[in-house]
């Protein structure tokens, strides 16, 4: 099946700083991305949808301010949590939606710790 | 509201039985029906996954029941096996949009 690599996978921050993870869909073009979050037992949260050239669109109660994604290319979504706080410590995981159908792979998820 | 609401929460197995996960959905215009599988730590992996046009699906041990008219689906683990042990998630969506997901199942399968 497609790949899509997450990077990294697990990342310790301080608190106020910000913390960029990458999405890249491997052996194939993604013109949308999407970004979840998940804590631990529980679904997964869509935090927003990312469209390549374009702004993304974030789900109700998301701070697009400080989550701030940016889709630059047809394989690559970055997701900044800018000013972290041990509150935004969770799973992040992003996926990719391949051609115009409806198949999406997940990347393989990236933890958060904010201390 | 949850667009896809999947039961049980959790689910024990012996191992050699056959676990079953359920899902159902009220918008029809969903086309798209997954199921994926989650191990502690790990992004969600698609199993399965089945249209409406078809009423069921089988991947090996992997079985999709789908039920247009009652707006269900569910999932079929035949022979299980403490590997099979993971969180599972029903998704459904229609071409280009996002994915509704289900709350998930935590399934154990006991050796």
């Known amino acids: ?115 | 509201q949850q667009q896809v609401k999947q039961s049980p929460q959790s689910l024990i197995v012996q191992k050699g039985g056959i676990s079953i996960i359920n899902c159902a959905y009220e918008n029809t215009a969903f086309d798209y029906f997954p199921w994926y599988q989650q191990f502690p730590g790990k992004g969600p992996a698609l199993l399965i996954a089945i249209r409406p046009d078809v009423s069921e699906k089988k991947e090996g041990r992997f079985t999709i029941s789908f039920n247009k008219s009652a707006k269900q689906f569910s999932l079929h683990i035949m022979d299980s096996q403490p590997g099979d042990s993971a969180t599972y998630f029903c998704a459904a969506s229609y071409p280009g949009n996002q994915f509704y997901f289900g709350t998930g199942t935590s399934l154990t399968v006991i050796p």
């Open chain 1, 1 to 115: 099946g497609a790949v899509v690599s997450q990077h990294p996978s697990w990342v310790i921050c301080k608190s106020g700083t910000s913390v960029k993870i990458e999405c890249r869909s491997l052996d194939f073009q993604a013109t949308t991305m999407f970004w979840y979050r998940q804590f631990p037992k529980q679904s997964l949260m869509l935090m927003a949808t990312s469209n390549e050239g374009s702004k993304a669109t974030y789900e109700q109660g998301v701070e697009k301010d400080k989550f701030l994604i940016n889709h630059a290319s047809l394989t690559l979504s970055t997701l900044t949590v800018t000013s972290a706080h041990p509150e935004d410590s969770s799973f992040y995981i992003c996926s990719a939606l391949q051609g115009t159908g409806n198949t999406i792979y997940f990347g393989e998820g990236s933890w958060l710790t904010v201390v």
